[in-house]
């Protein structure tokens, strides 16, 4: 099957082959030394000289742990929006009484730096500006580097960024644009299935958890830092998870990070020019386009659904349909992991053949 989806993504088969390792004694010494493996890669990637930390859960999960162990209710948050992701992120944070102001920008665009700015200047005393980095409902990716400066040059405002489906793939320094908390997950560009949130938690992250007064058990940062100093987690570890992230780092570090980073950028650029050259439009402001996804419009009395289903079950290939506002108007095209330009050749030839069916049906 040639799964183009924003994630689950593809395996390799040497990261199938680890997720099959029989178990071990996750507080044994073989854990402890992949762990350690583990962490010393994904700062690379985090471009972070500071901590990460490991809950096993999805990407929710992660950005739930950030917003418990950074806020108390009451406490003013920004909540910038572009899509899907980035309400899900706000809704979070109201949901354990912060009071969010949200910045939504038009699906499609990105949020705008100079918008950012007046907000804060509006408000008093923000706790922390909450950002998606990539959004992928929308195939769209926001101007970190622009906005962060944004936050620091007007609050003394935490940046909270998430980073599920960039980080790995996307340019983002993590120390160097002054991010206090990344979150990513493992079915994205890490090559894994899902299951295992990664955190870089900075030295202002810790600071806001002293004080911080949201409910937290099973997402506490200072029970997983602990625990990971001792070479364990905090609660029982999806291991086999662990096999193939470790597994899948080894094959990243083979590549380069550099050549990953480019290996995205090319095949996201080959993706729209050859659905443009099909005759497919792009939905998302290209200025901003995604390196790990792309969102086309679904042609005009094209029934989607059907598409895709024909897709599905004739030519094994699976994309992602539009969510929300966008359900039946985009279709989107994963391109992170372990993929290539063939991948996409594969998806794009499947893509017209369906067409030609479901319209001619």
């Known amino acids: 099957m040639n799964l183009r989806i924003v994630g689950p993504t593809p395996l390799p088969p040497a990261v199938c082959e680890a997720l099959a390792r029989p178990m071990i004694n996750h ?4 854990f402890a030394a992949m762990q350690a493996r583990i962490v010393n890669s994904l700062k690379t990637y985090f471009q972070t000289a ?6 096993t859960c999805s990407g ?3 950005l739930e742990a950030a917003v418990v162990n950074l806020l108390s209710p009451g406490d003013t948050v920004v909540a910038v929006s572009i899509g899907v992701f980035g309400d899900r992120f706000a809704e ?12 939504r920008f038009a699906w499609g665009s990105a949020a705008d730096p100079d918008a950012l700015r007046a907000k804060l200047d509006e408000l008093a005393n923000v706790r922390a500006v909450l950002i998606t980095h990539n959004e992928t409902s929308t195939a769209t990716t926001n101007p970190l580097q622009e906005l962060a400066r944004a936050v620091h040059e007007r609050s003394d405002a935490l940046l909270v960024v998430d980073a599920i489906s960039s980080l790995g793939a996307i340019h ?3 120390d160097e644009w002054g991010v206090d908390v990344a979150v990513t997950g493992s079915q994205k560009v890490w090559m894994i299935p899902p299951g295992l949130a990664m955190l870089s938690v900075g030295p202002r992250a810790w600071e806001a958890y002293a004080r911080a007064k949201m409910p937290r058990f099973y997402w506490d940062f200072k029970k997983m830092r602990d625990a990971m100093a001792k070479g364990q987690t905090a609660f029982t570890p999806g291991v086999n998870l662990y096999f193939g992230l470790d597994v899948a780092l080894e094959l990243m570090n083979a590549e380069g990070f550099e050549n990953i980073r480019a290996r995205h950028a090319r095949v996201a650029q080959h993706t729209r020019d050859c659905a443009q050259a099909q005759g497919f439009e792009l939905f998302a402001n290209q200025a901003f386009a995604s390196n790990t996804v792309t969102a086309l419009k679904i042609p005009p009395g094209v029934d989607g659904k059907k598409w895709r289903e024909v897709l599905r079950k004739e030519h094994d290939t699976v994309i992602a349909g539009g969510q929300k506002e966008l359900t039946d108007k985009i279709v989107r095209i994963g391109h992170l992991g372990w993929v290539n330009e063939a991948d996409i050749d594969a998806c794009l030839h499947a893509m017209t053949a369906a067409l ?6």
């Open 172 to 174: 983002l320094p993590v």
């Open 60 to 62: 929710t999960g992660g």
């Open 50 to 55: 500071h901590e990460i930390l490991l809950f």
């Open 27 to 30: 507080r044994g010494p073989e």
């Open 356 to 361: 030609v069916y479901v319209r001619a049906s």
């Open 92 to 103: 979070i944070a109201e949901l354990f009484g912060a009071q969010v102001h949200r910045l």
